[in-house]
């Protein structure tokens, strides 16, 4: 599928352009016709429900907006309008380390157990410089993580059970000796920060962070007013989702900020000498992992990936975020100076490939539009009918289908493998999206339930009759 140079102006709705530095006149924007053409398949093909996309180059920011703040209402995005950057927010994290080293409020190189309870024992090597460049031992997630909820899983997760988990955890690895991307350890290194200096993450990431840069549409929390400019979260599959609120590992994701403010911090990052924290970001853009030694990607700075270097300069830096219902990216060019911000309020994974494509315009490499399929109009299916589909289905002596269903959709259990929603596509017949297989349905005529589904996949046509209740003690999962 090819895609026009730009979008219809049903589907995207340009905020009027201001591309300029505070104070300057705005100035000719010369990627706008390419940024439509390289964002059209995601909105078109209803990949991506709703996306503001940042680009400062040469000192000059560059704002676009495409789709809706609210899949099926004309809603669409602007400036204002917040988003959850996810584990972007790891990187401010990282700021904040070096900001509060600089000060003397703590050593980059102090074990983490100087800031915990006397009764959690670490080995010494986790220090606060190898919680933020994951390379501390500690695992990805808590080993006692188990939410209320998964819509909102990090909400209920307090100081007391951070302190019970590292209690109780086992190390991945000996600190230093391996490499683990982890929420756990950049989480606990922002509450460990936060109370040695007697407040709270947010506050001290207001204070030390983004009054200095002047984000000022930047929270974790949100007030009424924000309330209005926050784009509402989408699945995948473009779905309402829900927000995702943090307590104690708010430093690895909590964050909520709008392009214009991202745009400041991506300026923060290329000119650091025009901000009161020059220092500080020099000191996190350094490359705090050895270059022999063991680390995610190409190394790890305090917080940012490195994706390029020139010698044992770190020149290309980035990080993605991603929760329940956002995906976001941002990510700079020292040596090209210039940056790419892009925010969008559906969880996918297609943002990678945008951004990607971003940095090679930026770069003058011409990419072509990706050429993606559309994701097929929703099919509303009357719920009696959905009914007659619920059941258990022999596929082989050992594998039952169970399908059941919850408010409007519809699920597939396989023996011994994860439940998945399949997706209709008419009345009877159903796709997943995780794999490529679908399942179809026969329904008889009398308006009973459904007497068999048969699942196409590979090639194969394995047809599944229905497990009638009397055998189903037979049949057990």
């Known amino acids: 599928m090819r895609y026009r140079s730009t979008l219809p102006a049903r589907l995207a709705t340009f905020a009027t352009l201001s591309a300029v530095l505070l104070g300057c006149t705005a100035q000719p924007d010369p990627y706008r016709e390419q940024v439509d053409a390289l964002a059209a398949p995601y909105i078109e093909g209803r990949h991506i429900v709703g996306m503001s996309v940042g680009l400062l180059v040469d000192g000059e920011m560059y704002t676009y907006h495409y789709g809706t703040t609210w899949a099926g209402e004309d809603s669409p995005p602007d400036d204002r309008t917040l988003y959850e950057i996810g584990s972007i927010s790891k990187t401010f994290t990282g700021l904040l380390l070096a900001s509060g080293s600089l000060n003397g409020d703590w050593r980059l190189d102090d074990p983490v157990t100087n800031y915990l309870p006397d009764d959690i024992e670490l080995p010494e090597g986790v220090t606060l410089r190898r919680l933020s460049t994951h390379t501390s031992g500690l695992p990805r997630m808590p080993h006692d993580f ?147 030694g063991p680390s995610l990607g190409n190394g790890l700075t305090l917080g940012w990936f490195i994706l390029d270097t020139q010698g044992d300069i770190a020149t290309v830096l980035g990080h993605g975020g991603q929760t329940g219902g956002y995906a976001c990216f941002v990510g700079f060019n020292r040596a090209k100076d210039y940056a790419i911000v892009v925010l969008t309020n559906t969880s996918n994974d297609y943002n990678g490939r945008f951004s990607k494509d971003l940095r090679d315009l930026l770069d003058g490499n011409n990419p072509e539009p990706a050429d993606l399929p559309a994701r097929p109009e929703p099919v509303e299916v009357p719920e009696e009918t959905l009914q007659r589909l619920v059941g258990r289905y022999q596929l082989a002596p050992e594998m039952v289908f169970t399908v059941t269903t919850d408010a409007g959709k519809v699920y597939a259990h396989l023996t011994g493998q994860p439940t998945l929603r399949v997706y209709p596509t008419s009345p009877t017949e159903f796709e997943y999206r995780v794999v490529e297989a679908r399942l179809v349905f026969d329904l008889p005529e009398d308006g009973g339930p459904a007497t068999q ?8 046509e394995m047809p599944s009759p229905r497990i009638e209740e009397d055998d189903a003690e037979d049949n057990p999962e």
């Open 146 to 292: 188990a939410p209320e909820s998964m819509d909102n899983p990090y909400l209920d997760y307090g100081t007391e059970d951070l302190h019970n988990t590292l209690r109780t955890t086992e190390m991945s690895y000996p600190p230093g000796e391996g490499a683990e991307y982890s929420n756990l350890a950049v989480g606990l290194l922002g509450t460990v920060m936060a109370e040695k200096k007697g407040t709270t993450y947010e506050q001290l990431l207001r204070d030390e962070v983004l009054t200095p840069l002047g984000m000022r549409h930047t929270t974790l929390t949100l007030n009424a007013e924000q309330e209005q400019h926050f784009a509402a979260p989408h699945s995948a599959d473009g779905e309402p989702a829900h927000r995702w609120d943090f307590d104690a590992l708010a430093g690895a994701g909590a964050i909520r900020s709008d392009v214009r403010d991202m745009l400041r911090y991506a300026q923060a990052q290329l000119e650091p000498e025009d901000t009161p924290l020059a220092e500080a970001v020099a000191l996190a853009q350094r490359r705090h992992t050895a270059p022999e």
């Open 453 to 460: 589904v048969t699942l196409f996949q590979n090639g194969a």
